[in-house]
């Protein structure tokens, strides 16, 4: 079973990572791309300033 994002993602919303490498961490999302392949990958910044990569439908926008 694949997660499935609630909403659409834009730059400046808080997520939360809900699976993949880096699930459980949260931040900021800075940079949407849509891959050769057609997924969308995001850039999440954290709090501490650590910025790492995902695929947008391994994240869940928190309100």
């Known amino acids: 079973m694949s997660p499935t994002p609630s ?5 400046g919303d808080t997520c939360k990572v809900i699976a993949g490498t880096h699930a459980g961490k949260s931040g900021t999302v800075r940079d949407l791309n849509i ?5 969308l990958t995001i850039t999440v910044e954290q709090k501490n ?4 990569k995902t695929l947008g ?3 869940e926008v928190m309100k």
Request: hydrophobic share 25%; proline share 0%.
């Open 49 to 52: 300033g650590v910025r790492f």
């Open 7 to 11: 909403t659409k993602l834009k730059d």
């Open 35 to 39: 891959s050769k392949t057609g997924h």
């Open 57 to 59: 439908k391994n994240v």
